[in-house]
Each structure stands twice: as structure tokens, then as C-alpha cells.
């Protein structure tokens, strides 16, 4: 059974102090691991895919890793506007149905 | 261009009362899934469509839920006879194809009293 954990649960920062949120998951085969940022009463906003170990994508303040049993979404120098929730997700490679297995996320709150 | 739409934002209805829920998809993906998120239980997997193949209702957590996807579009998720732990969030998602990221509606968010 595929099983993702995220952790920490919750996680406060002070504005401009870089953190690192970890994803570590259990999959027969991975197809892909994706990173998503869900705002209070929105759905779930895509934010990258990585499909082999050693693969690394940025955007703006962020950069996801992969290896080959865990994921890092590194956060540096956050802004109040990065306060969401992070979800990781695996989708395995022997999956017909191609549904995403989702953590529990980690809730990011940024002081100014 | 438009992303995922879902109706209504918002359901309050009545334990055993039949309730249906819309998603359009963003045009041209081939595949649309259908997700529950709960307080506490994070999202979870109901049912899955691509193109004209038979769905997979591996995630469907009783015969009460069912859904159907008309033309390749628009799919409807029915939930019959309500219970109260069917309160919850309600996701549509969908994709270019079935190994793409998926991207989601706001969620259609059930209250059952």
C-alpha cells in the first residue's frame, strides 16, 4: 500500500528565516511526486513534479528534491504570503488508475 | 484560460437526502478524478475517468456514491441517502493525460445534518 507521511505537522516562521518541509513516502514504483499549496477554502494549487531521484525544481522562494524515499520542499527567506498548506503526493507507477496518494500536509505560517 | 469549475461552492442538506455535484473540467484533459478531503483524513482518491474507458471506482466508499462523466466533460458525483460523515470537501481535479499533474477545482463543501 502506497503510504506518504509529511512532517512537520504545522511549522511557524519568522519572515526571512529558510526552513526545509520533508515528504517521505512508500510507493511500489514511482511514477511521480507532486508538490501542491492549498490556501484555507481553495483547492489544491500545483506547484511541481519530480520523477527521479536527484531531479530538483525551483520556483520563486521554493525548491523541491527528491530522493529515493523522501522529498524536501526548501523555503528560503519566506514571506507572510507563503502561509499555506503544503501537500505532497505520490502517484505509482503500477497504478491503472493514476490517482494521487496524498500526505497529510504541513500547515506554514509566516510572521512578518 | 478557465480552470476547473466546480457547483455548488457550498451544500447543506439533510441526513437521507440525495445531493449531486458538478465539476467542468479544464477543456481538452482527458482525465478527471473525483477527491474527498475531510478534517483530519487529508484528501483521498473516490473515482477516476479517462476518455472513454470504464471508470476506476476503487476509492468509492459505498454503493451510496456513484458518478457518471457525459461526452467526455462534465461529470456529476451522487451521493444518496446522506449520512453525516459525508460532511466533507469535495475535489474535482483533471489532466492532460493520465500521467500529467492534475489540477483542482475550488471543492464543493457537503454539510449533512
Known amino acids: 500500500e502506497d503510504q506518504v507521511t509529511q512532517s512537520p505537522e504545522a511549522l511557524r516562521l519568522q519572515e526571512g528565516e529558510s526552513s526545509s518541509l520533508n515528504c517521505s513516502y512508500t510507493v511500489s514504483g514511482l511514477r511521480g511526486l507532486f508538490w501542491y499549496r492549498q490556501d484555507p477554502g481553495k483547492g489544491p494549487e500545483f506547484l511541481f513534479t519530480?520523477?527521479?531521484a536527484g531531479e530538483e525544481k525551483e520556483k520563486e522562494r521554493l525548491k523541491a528534491t527528491l530522493t529515493k524515499k523522501e522529498s524536501f520542499l526548501h523555503i528560503t527567506a519566506p514571506k507572510p504570503e507563503d502561509s499555506a498548506t503544503y501537500l505532497c503526493a505520490v502517484q505509482a507507477a503500477n497504478n491503472a488508475g493514476n490517482m494521487l496518494t496524498f500526505g497529510g500536509g504541513t500547515r506554514l505560517m509566516v510572521k512578518p | 484560460g478557465a480552470g476547473v469549475s466546480q457547483s455548488p461552492s457550498n451544500k447543506v442538506t439533510e441526513k437521507g437526502k440525495d445531493v449531486e455535484l458538478r465539476c467542468d473540467p479544464i477543456?481538452?484533459?482527458?482525465?478527471l478524478y473525483w477527491y474527498r478531503q475531510s478534517l483530519g483524513q487529508g484528501l483521498e482518491f473516490l473515482i477516476y475517468f479517462q476518455g472513454n474507458s470504464a471508470p476506476d471506482k476503487s476509492g468509492l466508499p459505498s454503493d451510496r456514491f456513484s458518478a457518471e462523466r457525459t461526452g467526455g466533460s462534465v461529470s456529476t458525483l451522487t451521493i444518496q441517502r446522506t449520512q453525516q460523515e459525508d460532511s466533507a470537501v469535495y475535489l474535482c481535479?483533471?489532466?492532460?493525460?493520465?500521467?500529467?499533474?492534475?489540477?483542482f477545482g475550488p471543492g464543493t463543501r457537503l454539510t449533512v445534518l
Open positions: 519530480l520523477y527521479s
Open positions: 477543456s481538452g484533459h482527458t482525465a
Open positions: 481535479a483533471s489532466s492532460p493525460g493520465p500521467s500529467n499533474e492534475q489540477f
